[in-house]
């Protein structure tokens, strides 16, 4: 994308004071993460940022997190530095190799490379553990042996100060020993903890004497049973950043109350030379907050554990993986990300931003296709039974260079069901008795008339064609009409599944009020149809995107098609069919 369109934001101007003042000369990169000391070579590489982007593998990645990877690895390319996918896994409890490769392929689908720059924080454990050691010797840390419950009421509250734990003050050799001793799994699971020794009176709650190491006997996917303890992500994540050089840690705003740790801890490991300098920079952004959905990581595990959708994939779901089955496009999330700019203040973004970003980006790129959704059958009653011919019709009006494509014609053709009626109403300008309409890509029709079962229902329409106006023919325009529908053959079209999916809630704010976000569902979020396609469509690939004229566009799905059977997923309709509801 051209400079010039890219959206304004602080962290630029962050970004670019920095390098205005040569921020970064003096920082020596190995090529490899690790501890001051091992930082004293000759600087390899010497991009101008280091950007991060996080994750934790718990979960699987959502709308909101494609907001922070475009501005991480976008802001990387922007100003030729590098960007590192680095899984936050202090958490073995929670984490699974399953949502480590999910994200991996989440990323790379919205099109980004992280190069040799992929690591976990599980590999930085021994210097955690050298680190913590560092803070028990020089006084900055102490074992505490109080029960959750007595260290929870004895931190305080917003109007009222913490009280120091009766252990706080323990000797400096019986906290190392006690702490080596809890790796050495020696205790149970909760019986101490090691805290970070700050300030049991500060106005901010988060430095109140926060914990950074406890016990936890659980396999980890990374490390296996090596460790016994486990770093809390508070302490970690800045230790990490600081490990790989990055100069610029952004977040959302809910870390900007962890920022004062975030920079106690590092300012104490730098001053024992077991970090460089200049430190990393956590700079904090508003998080995504998109109307009609909802992002929290419990409430999108309710949606899949009580079945409400059909899995982490469902085409309704607000994780990456979702919309790439329901056919949106990494472009269309690149494009969305720099509509909405980054902001210091939370706000509200609609829905219909981000599925605009989509409709135009696939207005662009989908070839065109004919599909009806809604069958009924047309029956030329002047055109020979036994004759064909094939129309043609343009892959795409705005790109010519992808030529045409034929749609084959005969005496039976499919129409929708809405594009005939015996009474019509005031500027309905399809078929109904007695009026002229012109078949897509073919010939003026006339309608006259239908017929019916026994129980008055209409079983098909009837009309005659006009042999000189074929589309593409001299003279074709000879009689004028109002009325253009689409249509397939019915001798060569096939059945289909196709899946209509809509917003997965019914109301802007799911849960608000104190509703049960759940009731809140759409009950049409989902719908399932046999529709009737020209027969290009057959051989359409998993994952190839298609507008569908007249009714939007549509991917084949990349779990349940099968070669000459596709499936097809409706992305996002032509226009906003929820503006008029709102």
């Not at 994308?1 to 205005?20: C, P, Q, V, Y």
């Not at 501890?35 to 996080?54: M, N, Y």
Request: net charge negative.
């Amino acid at each position: 994308m051209a400079e010039e369109t890219k959206a304004s934001n602080f962290i630029r101007n962050i970004i670019d004071a920095d390098l205005a003042a040569n921020k970064f000369a003096g920082r020596r990169w190995s090529g490899q993460p690790g501890p001051a000391e091992q930082h004293k070579v000759s600087p390899g590489d010497t991009p101008k940022i280091r950007t991060r982007f996080p994750p934790e593998p718990n979960g699987y990645l959502h709308y909101g997190h494609a907001k922070s990877i475009c501005l991480n690895f976008g802001l990387a390319l922007d100003y030729e530095g590098v960007c590192h996918l680095r899984f936050d896994d202090t958490n073995p409890e929670k984490e699974e190799q399953e949502y480590v490769d999910s994200i991996v392929d989440a990323v790379k689908w919205l099109g980004f490379d992280w190069g040799p720059n992929l690591y976990y924080a599980s590999n930085y454990f021994d210097w955690m553990y050298q680190f913590a050691e560092y803070l028990i010797e020089s006084g900055n840390a102490y074992v505490d042996s109080q029960s959750a419950d007595e260290m929870r009421a004895s931190r305080g509250t917003l109007t009222e100060a913490g009280k120091a734990s009766p252990y706080r003050n323990r000797p400096v050799a019986e906290n190392l020993d006690l702490f080596r001793r809890m790796k050495a799994g020696e205790f149970a699971d909760g019986a101490h903890v090691l805290r970070a020794k700050i300030d049991m009176t500060s106005g901010n709650i988060n430095l109140r004497d926060p914990a950074i190491y406890r016990i936890k006997r659980a396999t980890h996917h990374n490390t296996g049973d090596k460790w016994c303890l486990y770093p809390m992500y508070t302490y970690a994540h800045p230790i990490e950043d600081a490990l790989e050089n990055i100069t610029h840690s952004i977040c959302t705003l809910e870390f900007e109350d962890q920022r004062p740790f975030y920079d106690w801890l590092l300012e104490k490991l730098a001053q024992g030379g077991l970090l460089q300098r200049p430190l990393p920079q956590q700079i904090e952004f508003a998080r995504l907050n998109l109307s009609y959905v909802v992002l929290s990581k419990r409430k999108l595990i309710q949606l899949v554990e009580e079945k409400h959708v059909d899995g982490w994939d469902d085409p309704r779901m607000p994780t990456l993986v979702g919309a790439r089955r329901r056919g949106f496009t990494p472009e269309g999330f690149r494009r969305f990300a720099e509509m909405i700019g980054v902001a210091k203040a939370d706000s509200w973004i609609d829905m219909s931003i981000l599925e605009a970003c989509m409709r135009d980006h696939l207005n662009e790129t989908a070839e065109r296709r004919i599909a009806v959704l809604d069958p009924i059958k047309l029956v030329i009653d002047n055109y020979p039974e036994e004759d064909e011919e094939l129309c043609e019709a343009p892959n795409h009006p705005q790109h010519p260079e992808l030529g045409k494509r034929p749609i084959p014609f005969s005496k039976e053709l499919w129409i929708e069901r809405e594009d005939f009626t015996e009474n019509p109403p005031k500027g309905y300008f399809r078929l109904f008795p007695g009026n002229t309409v012109r078949l897509r890509y073919g010939y003026v029709i006339k309608c006259e008339g239908c017929t019916k079962d026994e129980a008055g229902n209409i079983k098909s329409v009837h009309c005659i064609y006009l042999p000189a106006t074929r589309s593409g023919t001299p003279g074709a325009d000879s009689v004028k009409v109002k009325g253009n529908i689409h249509w397939v053959s019915a001798k060569h079209s096939y059945a289909a599944e196709v899946r209509l999916y809509d917003r997965l809630f019914k109301v802007e704010n799911p849960g608000s009020g104190g509703s049960d976000f759940i009731a809140d569902l759409n009950p049409d979020s989902k719908r399932v149809i046999t529709a009737q396609l020209e027969p290009a469509l057959r051989d359409a690939l998993a994952e190839e995107r298609f507008q569908f004229e007249r009714h939007g566009y549509f991917v084949a799905d990349r779990v349940d098609s099968k070669p000459g059977t596709p499936v097809f997923n409706r992305a996002v309709t032509l226009k906003d069919s929820w503006a008029a509801k709102s």
